[in-house]
């Protein structure tokens, strides 16, 4: 009984929410397509493990810290090792802005925050990313844009995956249909 009140008092000090992934993933290309910012077809250069503060732009960086100066907990979470960072070449852009040759693409760390887990070095994806941060909400003080992060991001609740070929020629139909539409 007293271990279980002293947990139950620790778990409720913690400053960080708890993360849980779930995913209602459809296996429709078409609307992924429809709903996702951008797509690309690209290798995987490197891949390492990172602190959320490297996702940061230094300007995105000092927002967050001036916002939470006095919040050890957010502080906190900007040095754990969260994240996952995958350089990637991109060979295609399906659909978005136009990209760098190189890009970094950020995840989450473990699949209960609904990382993509299994990018390897050397391999072929086809990544559907967004501007935005999946993680926005532990940083809402902060005002964070898309233009304070420093790279793209995915999760395992989108249609990432390793290359496909029928996928790459249905993506390439969406994308040359969209652009007539333009």
Same mark, same amino acid.
């Given at each position: ?22 995913? =209602?993933?459809? @296996? ?8 996702? #910012? +951008? *797509?690309?077809?690209? /290798? ?31 502080? =906190?979470?900007? @040095? ?8 990637? #070449? +991109? *060979?295609?852009?399906? /659909? ?87």
């Amino acid at each position: 009984m007293r271990l279980t009140l002293i947990l139950l008092i620790l778990v409720g000090l913690n400053h960080h929410t708890l993360l849980a992934c779930k995913c =209602d993933v459809k @296996d429709d290309v078409e609307a992924h397509f429809e709903v996702t #910012e +951008v *797509i690309v077809h690209g /290798k995987v250069i490197s891949k390492e493990f990172v602190d959320f503060g490297h996702s940061l732009t230094s300007k995105g960086l000092d927002l967050v810290c001036e916002s939470y100066e006095n919040d050890i907990g957010i502080l =906190d979470f900007l @040095d754990k090792d969260f994240l996952i960072k995958v350089e990637l #070449e +991109v *060979i295609e852009t399906y /659909k978005g802005q136009e990209l760098p040759k190189r890009i970094s693409v950020y995840t989450a760390r473990t699949s209960g925050a609904c990382g993509y887990l299994t990018f390897e070095t050397g391999k072929e994806y086809q990544i559907y990313l967004s501007t935005t941060c999946y993680f926005n909400f532990q940083f809402k003080k902060a005002n964070l844009n898309k233009s304070h992060y420093n790279g793209l991001w995915t999760n395992r609740c989108t249609r990432t995956n390793e290359f496909d070929p029928v996928e790459d020629r249905e993506l390439k139909k969406l994308s040359t249909a969209k652009n007539r539409l333009k």
